[in-house]
């Protein structure tokens, strides 16, 4: 079973080991530290620079379609054997949405609703990032399904730090989406 872990900065270095993750994706601010552990090789430990933001902010990186190819790309390549951890700083919005976008372009047969609906039930304090979301719908060709079902699960719990959460993806991966 394919699995993608989901968890805040501060957990990173005890949640790896955990849950036998092998491969690790950080989405944090340009030039936050972040301590790889020592069970993610380097090789399998991709670091999206992007602020946590929807619209243009000075001092900060809007999220762009190079964001999302990078990850979409990184994403094609595990072989979902051993599970992969995402995070961000809080674990509540650019992670809980690079988990969902990963479950859609991997399992191009299964309900974009149906994940959104996995994520709230799994995290209660998830709130994807709806850019993030919105630029992954556009490359995936999703036509706003991707869109549509996050703002269908609404907000989250408010909350300083998400709840850690495991979405399985199915018995195996399927042929990916193909980028637009």
């Not at 994706?25 to 929807?54: K, M, Q, W, Y």
């Not at 372009?105 to 149906?114: F, G, H, I, T, V």
Request: proline share 8%.
């Amino acid at each position: 079973m394919s699995i993608i872990h989901v968890c805040p900065l501060s957990k990173i270095g005890m949640i790896a080991p955990a849950v036998g993750a092998r491969s690790l994706v950080t989405f944090l601010n340009v030039g936050t530290p972040v301590t790889r552990p020592a069970c993610i090789a380097p090789e399998r430990h991709l670091i999206v620079g992007l602020s946590d933001i929807v619209a243009p902010l000075d001092g900060h990186v809007l999220p762009h379609d190079g964001h999302v190819r990078q990850f979409l790309h990184f994403m094609e390549a595990w072989d979902g054997a051993d599970p992969v951890l995402i995070h961000c700083y809080a674990g509540v919005s650019r992670s809980t949405a690079a988990a969902f976008i990963a479950a859609c372009a991997l399992r191009p047969d299964q309900s974009e609703q149906d994940y959104a609906l996995r994520v709230r039930a799994l995290s209660p304090t998830a709130t994807p990032n709806l850019r993030l979301v919105a630029i992954a719908d556009d490359l995936l060709g999703r036509n706003g399904r991707m869109v549509d079902a996050v703002k269908a699960i609404g907000r989250g719990v408010e909350c300083f730090e998400g709840v850690p959460f495991g979405l399985e993806i199915g018995p195996g991966k399927e042929k990916p989406a193909r980028l637009s």
